[in-house]
């Protein structure tokens, strides 16, 4: 298809490249066109679409590239499976805390879990490739919506009353009276007027129009998916949305993440309660099967505002500013943040003691106590013998190359110790590896071996930080994209043209809903003693089913 201008050989109008009906009279003027891409004129009133105008630039390729509903559909397709995909194993926000997650899906999963992580499947809403294709979703959206709807506006804004009679013989739905008069004619003009259709004269030719925001509902759909893509795409820019997780040891006062250093919160004590057994409760079967469930979980909390947040390494100078039950479904709200009530932790340990025996396992001194958040370096046993914490891992993993205790997360859930005892009948100090359950010699033929005698447990609440500026902005686009479909399903577009000249000639045409458009026009029609309208489809099966 050349890129040039056409000249109606009717009218003398000129045409941009690529139209298929002239703008002015309607005439088909380009029968050089792609029928496998353009299947119906109509659809753009015969303007010129830029992505079905052929052109070897590299502008037009990219435009042809995000304008086809092909690749639309194949990356909406990519995004599916990418979802579908995320689905398979835990995401990262879900596997425990503290947790390396590349261990964790290795160690798990084997070598499909490994991938999953090398393909940032397990933050898959925020991986580079997804955001990416979300944009080209975007664009391709805005680009096909541009390419259709910009030759649409000017089409219908511009349409004229006056057709040429190819056109109307083209028009699926037609009438031709010689019979008629101007009398017969001005009973049909009032009668389409009384259906509220808008009238345009251009001397004996009229142009009868009504539902035409039909024609925009698809736009507007692809408006309201914009801007749902927008608001999610806003996510990944710092501030506008935050979902953290706040773990609060019972009695402790934490940071708040991501505000600066500015608030604090205090878990002043955490609440569990359960359902009782043989209560005449639902769930009396399941706690018989599965044993305690909880039927609540709450944290009581201080909220503080740091007072000195503004100076930099200074000590917090918190004043209380609020105080709440936090409970499931039921946050706590400050700013534009909710803190939720989540889970709660009780496999941590708060302290553990320990005893110093000799190898006839009589205790030497007094007992001593771990604080497993602050420990400290030096325990005095009695007047010769202190106890030195050489190394310390809360929750231990692995000894390192270069003999250290590797902690796979903070929480003190599996810790292990490195003593060193000194007693001044010693002539070196004895230095041991202590864990759960287990205890190794590092200097061999110690005389003093450190026991355990008892833990103290904490729990701890979970709470989850949110904060989403995104949230009113995707239900703004959701309820765009909702009018849309209702205004491209339940609003036809129906135009009706009339040639009074010589009689009456009458053609129309809707976007949708052919049998309610002829139940339309018959009813006026009857009322006025004409003939009922010619349905060339309608006719065309009728043939076939004779034949």
Same mark, same amino acid.
Request: glycine share 6%; charged share 25%.
């Given at each position: ?46 303007? %010129? ?10 502008? &037009? ?52 879990? +490994? ?22 979703? %975007? ?87 914009? !801007? ?5 795409? +806003? ?13 609060? /040891? #019972?009695? =402790? ?17 955490? @609440? ?51 105080? &709440? ?9 400050? #700013? ?24 006839? &396992? ?18 005095? @046993? ?10 310390? %891992? /809360? ?5 390192? #190359?270069?003999?250290?205790? @590797? ?28 864990? !759960? ?36 902005? @995707? %239900? ?35 976007? $949708? ?5 002829? $139940? =339309? ?9 004409? &003939? ?5 489809? =309608? ?6 089913? $004779?034949?």
């Amino acid at each position: 298809m050349e890129l040039k201008e056409i000249k109606c050989p009717h009218c003398g109008h000129v045409n941009p490249p690529g139209t298929q009906l002239c703008q002015s009279c309607g005439l088909m003027i380009n029968e050089d066109y792609d029928k496998n891409k353009i299947k119906d004129v109509m659809r753009y009133d015969g303007s %010129a679409v830029r992505s079905k105008v052929k052109s070897q630039s590299i502008f &037009d390729k990219i435009w042809i590239f995000f304008t086809s509903i092909r690749n639309g559909v194949i990356i909406i397709a990519l995004i599916a499976i990418a979802a579908s995909i995320g689905t398979i194993l835990p995401q990262q926000y879900f596997i425990p805390i503290g947790v390396d997650p590349e261990t964790y899906y290795s160690d798990n999963y084997g070598t499909f879990g +490994l991938i999953y992580y090398k393909f940032g499947f397990h933050n898959l809403y925020s991986s580079w490739w997804f955001v990416l294709l979300n944009a080209m979703l %975007a664009l391709s959206i805005i680009a096909a919506s541009v390419d259709r709807g910009v030759p649409l506006y000017k089409s219908l804004k511009n349409q004229r009353a006056k057709k040429h009679p190819s056109f109307f013989k083209r028009q699926r739905i037609t009438l031709n009276s010689e019979t008629a008069d101007s009398e017969d004619v001005n009973k049909i003009i009032d009668g389409l007027k009384s259906k509220r259709y808008k009238l345009t004269e251009e001397g004996p030719h009229l142009l009868f129009e009504k539902g035409r925001l039909s024609r925009w509902g698809p736009y507007i759909n692809h408006t309201g998916l914009i !801007i749902i893509l927008i608001g999610s795409m +806003l996510r990944f820019f710092p501030g506008m949305y935050i979902d953290e997780i706040l773990y609060v /040891p #019972e009695g =402790e006062t934490v940071e708040v993440p991501t505000t600066d250093n500015k608030y604090y919160i205090k878990n002043e004590k955490f @609440i569990l309660d359960t359902y009782e057994k043989d209560s005449g409760s639902v769930f009396d079967k399941s706690l018989a099967m599965q044993g305690d469930l909880a039927s609540n979980y709450q944290t009581n909390i201080t909220f503080y505002e740091n007072l000195s947040s503004d100076v930099v390494g200074s000590e917090p100078d918190l004043k209380e500013i609020d105080t &709440d039950e936090i409970r499931v479904n039921h946050p706590f709200k400050f #700013e534009n943040y909710d803190i939720y009530q989540s889970s709660f932790d009780n496999s941590s340990m708060k302290s553990m003691t320990f005893k110093l025996v000799d190898k006839n &396992d009589k205790q030497v001194g007094e007992e001593f106590t771990v604080d497993l958040k602050d420990p400290e370096s030096t325990y005095e @046993i009695d007047e010769q013998t202190n106890i030195e914490l050489r190394a310390y %891992a /809360p929750d231990f993993q692995e000894i390192g #190359e270069r003999g250290e205790l @590797i902690s796979q997360s903070p929480v003190a859930r599996n810790p292990a110790f490195v003593f060193q005892v000194n007693n001044d009948s010693l002539t070196t100090p004895e230095i041991s590896l202590l864990q !759960i359950q287990n205890t190794d010699e590092i200097t061999p033929n110690n005389e003093y071996k450190v026991k355990f005698v008892s833990m103290e447990n904490q729990i701890a609440t979970v709470l989850t930080l949110k904060k989403d500026l995104t949230m009113h902005l @995707i %239900a703004v686009g959701f309820i765009i994209f909702l009018i849309g479909v209702f205004i491209g399903s339940y609003i036809n577009h129906r135009r009706i043209w009339i040639n009074k000249e010589n009689g009456l000639s009458l053609a129309a045409h809707t976007n $949708k809903n052919y049998y309610g458009l002829k $139940k =339309e026009l018959n009813s006026v029609l009857n009322e006025n003693g004409f &003939d009922f309208v010619n349905d060339k489809d =309608e006719a065309e099966h009728d043939d076939r089913m $004779k034949g």
